[in-house]
């Protein structure tokens, strides 16, 4: 059960980290985009400069998360009735 439960949710850590790195092009996609109603030089317009340096972080932060979920599965799977312990050798004789 504990092995399920760790695989599903380094699952939702990739569906949510991936979600969120797309959510983020595409924000960074429509802060790029032209202002509708700015026409130089009639009209100056000023953009708001946020640094995008912070969210850029938090996808990295996800991603790596992810890693850590991905390697807590594969220690609850070594501890699991799934993974058999290799056959014990047999001495040769010489």
């Given at each position: 059960?504990?092995?399920?439960?760790?695989?599903?949710?380094?699952?939702?850590?990739?569906?949510?980290?991936?979600?969120?790195?797309?959510?983020?092009?595409?924000?960074?996609?429509?802060?790029?985009?032209?202002?509708?109603?700015?026409?130089?030089?009639?009209?100056?317009?000023?953009?708001?400069?946020?640094?995008?340096?912070?969210?850029?972080?938090?996808?990295?932060?996800?991603?790596?998360n992810?890693?850590?979920?991905?390697?807590?599965?594969?220690?609850?799977?070594?501890?699991?009735?799934?993974?058999?312990?290799?056959?014990p050798?047999?001495?040769?004789?010489?």
């Amino acid at each position: 059960m504990d092995f399920l439960a760790t695989a599903a949710f380094s699952f939702l850590w990739l569906v949510a980290s991936s979600a969120w790195a797309k959510a983020l092009t595409d924000v960074k996609a429509s802060v790029a985009a032209p202002l509708p109603h700015c026409h130089p030089p009639a009209v100056t317009c000023d953009r708001d400069t946020t640094p995008m340096g912070a969210l850029n972080v938090s996808v990295v932060f996800g991603f790596l998360n992810l890693i850590l979920w991905l390697g807590s599965s594969w220690f609850v799977f070594k501890e699991t009735n799934f993974h058999s312990p290799p056959a014990p050798s047999t001495p040769s004789t010489m």
